[in-house]
């Protein structure tokens, strides 16, 4: 890997995580400056094939994290980044960064629990009041928090950066983990 691109992806996921958990935004102008680099820096280095590799990167970064985002479980900024992160690294680089992405915002999620027991503690007792209503009653009603709880914030530029720079070491050091954890094989 070209240290030409591995400085920009360090440098725009590094300032785009620490401007998340500064703000709870991504603005625009990283992700586009990110995705506009990969397109400029592929382009250059491969032609119209590398202009395919960012692309099918930018569409299978957003496509991962379209869903969740309708959801209401991330910011649009999240779907961007990660999109950038596919006009860089491609759509099998995505693909396999998105893996480390999941794993790493599980983590970042249990320490937010960790470091909020009262909303843990509330959290649980209202999965649970959720769960036993469904076993009581068969319809799924969830119970949301009061009015005055304060939510813990969960940034997910920060697992969306490390996830992806986790990619580019895994990348870089040609390890195979991802593909050993779930047992196929394609290489990065």
Request: hydrophobic letters at 50%.
């Amino acid at each position: 890997m070209d240290t030409l691109l591995i400085i920009p992806v360090v440098l725009g996921m590094t300032t785009a995580a620490a401007w998340d958990l500064k703000t709870q935004k991504i603005p625009n102008v990283f992700t586009f400056l990110m995705t506009l680099f990969g397109f400029v820096y592929h382009g250059i280095t491969s032609g119209w094939s590398g202009l395919g590799f960012s692309a099918a990167g930018v569409g299978v970064g957003i496509g991962l994290f379209l869903v969740p985002y309708l959801m209401g479980g991330m910011g649009a900024g999240d779907v961007k980044l990660m999109g950038s992160a596919g006009a860089l690294i491609g759509a099998k680089g995505v693909l396999m960064a998105s893996v480390m992405v999941i794993l790493a915002g599980g983590v970042y999620g249990i320490i937010l629990f960790a470091m909020n027991p009262k909303y843990t503690t509330s959290f649980l007792r209202r999965l649970w009041l959720t769960f036993k209503t469904f076993a009581l009653t068969r319809q799924f009603i969830l119970i949301p928090p009061g009015k005055d709880e304060k939510q813990p914030m969960l940034c997910y530029g920060v697992p969306i950066a490390l996830g992806t720079m986790c990619y580019l070491y895994l990348k870089i050091t040609e390890s195979n983990f991802i593909q050993e954890l779930f047992g196929f094989q394609f290489s990065l």
